[in-house]
């Protein structure tokens, strides 16, 4: 069988699409794990063609989007309509950046900086933003979301671009450059939200056209279904206990499991050669 055709099993589809949803939505980065998880398993999911493994995970990003959408759409548009005058360019500044970064250096991102050891570098630069976040702006008091303006949206916005690093974290990203922007822990959590789904949708969509020409051959297809059916169901999952429970969360634990799997990650590959 072609490398092109290889199919990929239905169990190994669902797991990663039950990882989907909490990785995006918590500051772990999905994109760490989906790389890692396999790798570290030993599973081929790598012999599958570049494009159409990219395509797989399109579909886990559109199954997270739809979930995020019935969860907490009418609250993200809600929250994006409150912003008034100046205010209404934090979303263009937000998503800009991430826009042209993903049209202009997407493909060479995840073609160069998609390998294990460098995925662990982004782990642990990522922790030590997080945690350098939390140090300046402690516990959950700060600004509010209603004072968010056009230097918080822009901070968003480059947040978002360096995320396209594999490993970064989109949700840690943001969080993390509203929590040094001074907004208190649940705000940080509600502007991370609210400049989320569109993020999210429109890699889905960029990158569904680009795999719509290549094609989709049929051993992936249902993996793909499978897998976005999966990370539908954890995002839904994941999304409402964050939203319960985020403005109680620290940054600090979740930095120190992204380092404690960087060290894992590093191991392996020092175990390998």
Do not use: N
Request: a positive charge; charged letters at 15%; aromatic letters at 4%.
């Amino acid at each position: 069988m072609r490398r092109a055709e290889r199919p990929l099993p239905l169990r190994h589809a669902v797991a990663l699409g039950l990882l989907q949803g909490p990785t995006e939505l918590l500051p772990v980065s999905s994109s760490a794990h989906t790389a890692l998880v396999p790798w570290l398993a030993g599973w081929r999911y790598a012999d599958i063609d570049d494009d159409l493994r990219k395509g797989f995970e399109v579909a886990l990003h559109g199954g997270t989007a739809a979930a995020l959408a019935l969860l907490a759409g009418g609250e993200l548009a809600a929250d994006a309509r409150s912003l008034r005058g100046s205010q209404r360019l934090v979303l263009a500044l937000a998503l800009a950046p991430a826009a042209a970064a993903g049209l202009v250096l997407g493909p060479r991102i995840q073609r160069d900086l998609g390998g294990p050891l460098t995925i662990a570098g982004a782990l642990a630069a990522g922790s030590a933003a997080m945690l350098a976040a939390e140090l300046r702006a402690p516990g959950a008091g700060g600004r509010v979301f209603a004072e968010a303006g056009p230097l918080d949206g822009l901070a968003l916005g480059l947040a978002q671009a360096v995320a396209l690093v594999p490993g970064v974290s989109r949700s840690g990203a943001t969080i993390s450059a509203a929590r040094w922007r001074g907004f208190g822990r649940g705000d940080a959590y509600r502007l991370s939200w609210t400049v989320a789904l569109p993020v999210i949708t429109g890699a889905a969509m960029l990158q569904g056209l680009r795999l719509r020409r290549a094609g989709v051959p049929e051993p992936l297809r249902a993996a793909m279904a499978a897998g976005a059916g999966a990370a539908f169901c954890s995002a839904l999952a994941a999304g409402a206990l964050v939203r319960a429970r985020a403005r109680e969360w620290p940054l600090t634990p979740f930095a120190v499991y992204r380092c404690a799997l960087a060290v894992c990650v590093v191991l392996r590959a020092g175990a390998r050669r």
